[in-house]
């Protein structure tokens, strides 16, 4: 038995009612006026109609007992019943013809008509008279006592489907159309859809006026249960008669619903083709932020009609960023008929073609806000900023934060780029440039040694959505790029520039530099021909960046394998296992507690390799260490130390460190960044504070004397032992944090700085040859000391707007450098 929609229920429900008090006001007139009664020999006619109609469309025997109980009440007649059940839906999709209905009508009537009187009567008159009177001329007692109009009424003939109401992507989603033609007389029609026995409003036009007879229909997906359904077009005709077509199979995914300014978490289950989300977003533009995924994944977005708008599939875990204008619902209303239209969009996240966990379950966040940040270790949405960078923030959970842009990180989703390749016109192989790819650097550098051709591919973080422009050209400015999206370098310097607007209008631009061998310039003639070519892409970069930095090369004599060798042995190059398991070798013992340990080789080889930290915020492990008054200043200081243990109203430490510098002919950020290396950013170790059981009122800022040790405690007391002796050249004892902080700075510089270990990596690594001897001389076994450091050099110099300054860098320069070089290694 059919079932139907809730709309049809509602509908049904009215219809039962008002017929239900037109039957009694028709009853209690027949028995007034005629005193209208069934026999015992009509009460069998009656029966035997009823049941032989309700077995036509497998009536249940409850509903075929009711027609009869109303019959033989007198309530209806059985003309009544045989008209309802082969009006029906039910029987409607049965697609029978005027024989068929003919055969049908005489069986159940038990008539003599011959078939073809009954189809002559259907030529000129509709299906309701004709039932009737064939009833009524078996008996009058079958008929109907309601008037029934004998005109033909609208007919419907040749009724095709063909045009497949199937997505092309395989899943069925909002408005779906399907078309066809018939021929049609009258403009009394209607139609509906069927899916698996349930009923559906359809919505008819006629695409013209012509007389082709061509329409389309259109059917509103909502509410659909999920899965695969065979769907049936009814045409329905005011005849009485009905024509049926099957309008495809279709794929009804599950929709989870999301809203706008809201942080939905998200699961693609392993193995499962996608997950579906639909998003009404009223009169607004459409946003969605696909991030935090585990895996690499893609997203596409359907409009209403349930049409592709556009696909991302960034790279990685890159999030996909998918964006729309409001559609126009009054012109789609207008088009399908369809009211009550909403301005949604559906969203499929499926996994992406390189997929490393194709069977895995892959979990992601949906945050549906223009901008997305990053807050409290999770990503919210940006649900409202003001122009003092004030914002208001909301999590998956549906809890409100108030937070600064100074206290957040901004997702780069607007404007930016989510790829960047460079290649070789010829074969398509990839030209690497320095450094890698990344959608939050903006310049890059590669040097070829001689001329190629080359083309350049682009791809926005917003995909479809943004506009990507890219330009080439000479040093001159002179446009290189040719029509078919090759690039023809010239000599010396090729810029490629690619502009990217997003779809809120914001903009960013990225520079690769291409050299076809060295450019007719100062910095080419004077540096980088003192460099390897392998360092030509990494110092080229940093001097279109910072034009007026200085680089120098210091000529290694132990080959770069000879160093590797020596370093990667023993306590030479120690990180913590807690911090980062995947970089410490097998089976290494623990050097210094609490877990101190020997990296791998690799790991050795990349903080040992100079050319990996030719970038803006790693290149000062490789700083002039001298103090310099017209590029360090007090406020630096405090912008290294804010927020740590030295960041108190209490003690000046900013002044002292500033001071200790300037007597000690060290750059005082260097000494910043040493305490709160050796000391923590929180002041772990009890140095910092003068509480070393026994050496109570003891400072050691820099750890001078802390001999590793793998018992809790020794290291400690030794850097104790040491502060507490006397010299002083180095304002022994230590007995102040201001003759601790200045005393260590001048041990530093006398001992380090002044015998040549002039930088955070030669501090780290000794490789000068002071003496004649390598590796004995190192301030540190923590293989990241130098490149910890530089980190908080580089945010100093930014904080107080001191990057473009004339710095000098003293750059390592080995022979036998590997060929490959840039990635850190992967655990």
């Known amino acids: 038995m059919l079932r139907k929609r809730v709309e049809y229920l509602v509908l049904s429900v009215i219809a039962a009612f008002v017929m239900g008090v037109c039957l009694i006001l028709f009853l209690i007139s027949q028995t007034q006026s005629h005193g209208w009664r069934l026999s015992d020999k009509d009460k069998a006619s009656a029966r035997d109609v009823i049941h032989a109609a309700s077995d036509l469309t497998g009536l249940d025997a409850k509903s075929s007992e009711r027609a009869l109980e109303l019959a033989e009440s007198g309530i209806i007649s059985a003309a009544d019943h045989v008209i309802s059940v082969m009006d029906s839906p039910d029987y409607l999709l049965m697609a029978k013809d005027d024989n068929a209905f003919a055969e049908d009508l005489i069986r159940i009537a038990g008539s003599s008509a011959a078939s073809s009187d009954v189809c002559g009567l259907l030529k000129d008159h509709n299906s309701a008279y004709v039932i009737n009177k064939i009833l009524s001329d078996r008996s009058r007692s079958l008929a109907t006592g309601s008037e029934i109009n004998s005109g033909a009424g609208s007919k419907v003939n040749d009724f095709v489907i063909d045009q497949d109401i199937l997505d092309p992507s395989g899943y ?23 899916v698996d026995g349930i009923l559906y409003r359809g919505f008819l036009r006629f695409d013209n006026e012509a007389e082709d007879g061509k329409f389309t229909i259109a059917w509103d997906t909502t509410g659909v249960e999920e899965g695969i359904h065979d769907v049936y077009a009814l045409i329905r005709s005011s005849d009485g008669r009905g024509a049926v077509s099957k309008a495809g199979t279709v794929s009804i995914p599950a929709m989870t619903a999301i809203e706008a300014d809201r942080v939905t978490k998200g699961l693609l289950v392993g193995g499962a083709d996608a997950s579906w989300y639909i998003y009404d977003c009223h009169n607004k533009d459409c946003y969605v932020n696909i991030v935090g995924a585990d895996d690499d994944i893609s997203a596409s977005l359907y409009d209403v009609y349930g049409n592709l708008i556009g696909t991302v599939d960034n790279p990685g875990t890159i999030p996909e960023a998918l964006r729309s204008h409001p559609q126009d619902v009054d012109r789609i209303e207008k088009d399908t008929g369809i009211e009550g239209i909403s301005n949604c969009f559906y969203i499929k996240i499926s996994k992406s073609a390189n997929s490393t966990l194709p069977d895995e379950d892959v979990s992601y966040k949906l945050v549906q806000s223009t901008d997305v940040a990053y807050f409290n270790g999770t990503y919210m949405a940006v649900v409202k900023k003001d122009d003092g960078g004030n914002l208001r923030l909301v999590d998956y959970n549906g809890d409100f934060y108030e937070a600064t842009e100074d206290e957040i990180k901004y997702v780069p989703l607007n404007g930016y780029l989510s790829q960047l390749k460079v290649s070789d016109s010829s074969g398509g192989e990839k030209i690497p440039f320095w450094p890698d790819f990344d959608t939050e650097t903006h310049v890059y550098a590669k040097y070829l040694g001689s001329g190629k ?41 090729n810029r490629i520039n690619v502009k990217v607007k997003g779809f809120d209008g914001s903009e960013e631009e990225y520079n690769v530099y291409v ?14 021909t003192a460099f390897p070519e392998s360092y030509y892409s990494g110092l080229w970069m940093m001097h279109k960046l910072r034009p007026a930095y200085t680089f120098t090369p210091c000529n290694i004599t132990p080959s770069f394998p000879d160093v590797l060798a020596n370093e990667d042995s023993g306590y030479q190059s120690l990180l913590q296992y807690s911090s980062y398991p995947n970089y410490i070798k097998q089976n290494s013992v623990v050097y210094d507690a609490p877990d101190w340990m020997a990296a791998k080789n690799e790991v050795v080889s990349y903080f040992l390799d100079p050319r990996n930290f030719f970038l803006p915020d790693r290149i000062f492990m490789f700083e002039n260490l001298s103090f310099n008054e017209k590029i360090h200043t007090k406020e630096g200081v405090k912008s290294i130390i804010k927020g740590s243990f030295m960041d108190t109203p209490e003690i000046d430490y900013a002044e002292y460190i500033y001071q200790a510098g300037a007597k000690s002919g060290v750059s005082p950020y260097f000494i910043a960044s040493r305490i709160l290396q050796e000391m923590g950013y929180s002041g772990e170790s009890s140095l910092a504070h003068g509480t070393v059981p026994g050496y109570e009122g003891i400072y050691n800022y820099y750890n001078i004397g802390s001999s590793a040790s793998s018992e809790p405690g020794v290291a400690v007391a030794n850097g104790a032992k040491y502060a507490s002796g006397s010299d002083e050249k180095y304002l022994l004892p230590w007995d102040s944090i201001d003759k601790a902080i200045t005393g260590g700075a001048i041990w530093i510089a006398k001992g380090y700085i002044s015998k040549g270990q002039d930088t955070l990596y030669f501090q780290k690594f000794d490789i000068k040859g002071r003496d004649g001897k390598y590796y004995s001389h190192q301030y540190a076994q923590n293989l990241m000391m130098a490149y910890s450091e530089s980190m908080r050099y580089y945010r100093s110099y930014e904080s107080t707007s001191a990057l473009d300054n004339p710095f000098e860098f003293i750059i390592p320069v080995y022979t036998d450098l590997p060929e490959s070089y840039g990635g850190l290694p992967q655990g």
């Open 172 to 194: 069925t989603v909002g408005i779906r159309e399907t078309g066809g033609h018939m021929n049609v007389t009258g403009k009394d029609i209607r139609t509906d859809f069927f």
């Open 515 to 528: 050299l076809n061998g060295l450019p007719d310039d100062d910095f080419a003639r004077n540096t980088m």
């Open 453 to 493: 051709k080359i083309m350049v591919t682009a791809y926005a973080v917003e995909g479809f959505a943004a506009e990507v422009r890219v330009k080439a050209s000479d040093e001159k400015g002179r446009d290189i790029g040719s029509e078919e999206g090759f690039i023809d370098l010239a000599s010396g310097e």
